[in-house]
């Protein structure tokens, strides 16, 4: 697949003629990194795949708004984070938790997906993330599987490098301690 740079999908995407074709590439060129980031959040495939499909019908509905303030890239993460947060909003209301344990569900749910091909270890990392408050989730899952830049996920979540930075930081620590305590 050739990957075309930002700017290049961005004219093809403010002409009227070729405005489907720019939107075809980038799809195209951001569905797998975004489905990953979607994934690592609410872990199941199916999910994931409704949410991407949500994330590009929304892109797709706003393409017109887009002010190019921002990358293209950056826009498209800011509408996957908020397309799954909504998502887990949404499923906490509605899920009976177990006021004990209120993350089994989900890693029941995890366990039992058939698209899950990880291992133990793999296995361990995602419930000490399912641990984590939202937020450190989000800036480790950009960091440490996306390798985003801190002052990009400044621009998608809106938050001071510095706090990302302390977030990072306090995530790492919470999911070493707690993979110290699974030995």
Do not use: C
Not at 121 to 133: C, D, G, N, V
Not at 152 to 158: A, C
């Amino acid at each position: 697949m050739t990957l075309f740079n930002e700017k290049e999908i961005l004219a093809l995407l403010q002409e009227e003629d070729t405005q489907k074709k720019g939107f075809e590439l980038l799809v195209n060129q951001y569905s797998e990194q975004l489905y990953w980031q979607i994934r690592r959040m609410v872990l199941s495939h199916d999910d994931a795949n409704d949410i991407l499909q949500n994330t590009f019908v929304k892109a797709w509905l706003n393409i017109d708004y887009f002010r190019a303030e921002a990358k293209l890239s950056t826009w498209l993460y800011r509408i996957a984070l908020n397309e799954s947060l909504t998502f887990l909003n949404k499923q906490r209301a509605t899920t009976l938790v177990d006021i004990d344990d209120p993350e089994a569900d989900v890693i029941q749910k995890l366990e039992s997906d058939p698209y899950f091909s990880g291992d133990e270890i793999e296995l361990s990392l995602q419930k000490a993330l399912l641990s984590l408050p939202e937020k450190q989730r989000m800036v480790f899952n950009l960091k440490y599987y996306q390798d985003m830049k801190y002052e990009e996920m400044s621009d998608i979540l809106g938050t001071s490098v510095g706090a990302l930075k302390a977030s990072y930081h306090h995530a790492v620590k919470k999911i070493e301690k707690i993979l110290e305590g699974t030995d």
